[in-house]
């Protein structure tokens, strides 16, 4: 599966944004989804992620309340609409993809998008 992340941007904080993550192929609702994001000399970590047919959701502490995860099968796009932005949210946000794992273990994800840019200023 090939994903396509978008939806980043410039944001005051206080203010929201929506991701989106577009996949390819016919197999979407088999992929459990995850959104993951790395800022500016950190390491990678673990944002939320969607079972396949979006009933099972998971949010890291810091963003649990603030951000919701939700994925249309039809149009094979997961989505991370993100409110109350805090400068700490900064960062580039990439989606992925897995068949199972670990959700919150982006080593367990073979597959990735390319990541957007999410910069929230203060």
């Known amino acids: 599966v090939q994903l396509q992340a978008s939806g980043g941007g410039l944001v005051q904080a206080g203010g929201s944004l929506r991701l989106s993550c577009a996949a390819s192929g016919r197999t979407f609702s088999s992929y459990r989804m995850g959104w993951f994001r790395q800022a500016p000399g950190k390491e990678r970590d673990f944002v939320a992620a969607i079972g396949t047919r979006g009933i099972s959701t998971w949010y890291a502490d810091s963003v649990k309340g603030r951000f919701t995860i939700s994925r249309d099968n039809a149009k094979n796009t997961v989505y991370l609409q993100m409110n109350s932005l805090e400068p700490e949210d900064t960062a580039v946000y990439y989606c992925?993809?897995?068949?199972?794992?670990?959700?919150?273990?982006?080593?367990?994800?073979?597959?990735w998008g390319q990541g957007t840019l999410v910069t929230v200023s203060s």
């Open positions: 992925a993809a897995q068949y199972s794992g670990n959700f919150y273990l982006g080593l367990e994800y073979p597959y």
